[in-house]
């Protein structure tokens, strides 16, 4: 089969294709023969080795990770649930640019038939990310929320199910002109331009005395001490991501939280392991939804596995809108 494996960190030709043996699932395991596989900025950051997350140790050859959308392909021991053919999806942390992928049996959701393999890729993380970080931040009918880089793979599915759960007011901010209209298109009230170093001043002005009662942050850096200062008393801003941070980490003195303000953070794992059911029944509400059309998953582009090094590059020009995704011979 083919995998694109890294044998050293740098820039995206670094990626290279490779004819590998077929993993076989061990206890507990499944095999996946691919479909589609998406490429995000955070496995970007991993190719340079500047992903922050503690759980990123690998050893090279470096196979990297992602969502991955196809069939059961084999079943190892102890894998009750789920049978050869069924179709899934599944994210993992290594190993998921290849033709045949082995995962945990116990992380995998399930994939509606008719729903194409790429729009299916929100399934396995970025919509739990989005609808977890708004379940995190307890969201209530009504209220304000500021989510940022609105365009981007979570970001415009937290802005469309923010919308769905009653937000009275979404803010987005976005970069580019083209991702401003489309934040504007899919639900955003106002948009805001990150680059315009008066952002957080617009924020306020648009979120009047009340403050900003939610926050999504999957920028950090210097963006999160802003947002922590546009809250207002009960606002919650939950972080769960570095594209803008880096590995820095502002330092935030407790005393910036004594108005009654929340600050946490997001992970999907840690939700899906602590709150199951409550993971479960988002997801269902997800994939209902992508399968009826009333949540969007915004596609930029499909390209064939062997051109990985150009997804790479796309994602880090930023210019790009909603998600890439790579199809493997499964698919194309």
């Known amino acids: 089969m083919r995998a694109v494996r890294i044998h050293e960190y740098g820039a995206p030709d670094t990626l290279q294709v490779e004819e590998v043996p077929i993993p076989q699932p061990g206890p507990g395991q499944v095999l996946i023969r691919t479909e589609a596989i998406s490429v995000g900025f955070a496995q970007t950051q991993m190719r340079r080795n500047i992903f922050p997350a503690p759980m990123w140790r690998p050893e090279f050859p470096i196979v990297l990770g992602g969502d991955v959308i196809g069939r059961v392909a084999a079943v190892g021991p102890d894998a009750p649930g789920v049978g050869v053919g069924d179709r899934i999806g599944a994210f993992t942390l290594h190993g998921a640019y290849a033709d045949y992928v082995v995962v945990d049996a116990a992380t995998l959701v399930s994939v509606p038939e008719g729903l194409d393999a790429a729009v299916a890729t929100a399934i396995p993380s970025p919509g739990p990310i989005a609808a977890g970080t708004l379940a995190t931040a307890a969201l209530r009918p009504g209220e304000s929320v500021l989510v940022h880089a609105a365009a981007g793979g979570i970001g415009h599915l937290a802005v469309q199910l923010a919308k769905r759960a009653g937000a009275g007011l979404v803010i987005a901010t976005a970069g580019a002109p083209g991702k401003r209209e489309f934040a504007r298109s899919i639900g955003a009230d106002v948009v805001v331009d990150y680059r315009q170093e008066s952002w957080a001043e617009t924020v306020r002005e648009t979120a009047g005395d009340r403050g900003v009662d939610v926050i999504l942050d999957s920028v950090g850096g210097e963006v999160l001490r ?51 059911a409550d993971y479960l029944r988002h997801h269902g509400v997800l994939a209902g939804a992508l399968a009826e059309g009333s949540i969007t998953h915004a596609i930029h582009a499909t390209l064939p596995l062997e051109r990985v090094a150009e997804a790479h590059r796309m994602i880090e020009e930023r210019s790009h809108i909603g998600r890439i995704v790579l199809l493997t011979e499964a698919t194309v």
């Open 226 to 276: 802003q947002g922590v200062q546009l809250l207002g008393p009960f606002g919650r801003l939950v972080f769960y991501g570095s594209a803008g941070g880096g590995l820095d980490v502002p330092r935030i003195s407790p005393m910036e939280l004594i108005g009654m303000k929340f600050l946490t953070g997001f992970a999907l794992s840690q939700w899906r392991a602590a709150r199951h």
